[in-house]
């Protein structure tokens, strides 16, 4: 004894109107100004501390040094065997130095 149902229409009510914050107006100012393909997690960041402050990323067992100017990549350091960590600037911008899950630590001239 099957009984016959109806469908129920759902009511619909007029929505909210959106309220934009003065903090989500203060971030929807800023826009992309470059996107890098890293071939693995970024592990740290950091930039020189001498003009034109490049930019120093370690993601997988590269790093790379993107050009504090153009915002374009600079050059790749991809000597690691192993996953690479924390490319630190010498305080003078001209070496930097990053470790390796291999225990070992290298230094590179970026002049």
Same mark, same amino acid.
Do not use: C, H, K, M
């Given at each position: 004894m099957a009984q016959?149902? $109806?469908p129920v229409v759902p009511k619909r009510h007029p929505g909210l109107p959106l309220r934009t914050t003065n903090e989500a107006r203060y971030w929807a100012r800023y826009q992309l100004r470059e996107d890098f393909e890293l071939p693995g997690s970024v592990s740290h960041v950091e930039?020189?501390?001498?003009?034109? #402050? /490049? $930019?120093a990323i370690v993601a997988g067992a590269r790093v790379t040094i993107v050009d504090g100017k153009t915002n374009k &990549?600079?050059? &790749?350091? %991809?000597?690691f065997k192993d996953v690479? #960590?924390? %490319?630190s600037f010498k305080h /003078? %911008?001209?070496l930097l130095c990053a470790g390796s899950a291999d225990g070992g630590l290298q230094v590179f001239d970026v002049q």
């Open positions: 016959e149902f $109806l930039f020189s501390p001498t003009a034109p #402050y /490049d $930019l &990549v600079n050059r &790749v350091i %991809g000597s690479a #960590y924390s %490319g /003078d %911008g001209r």
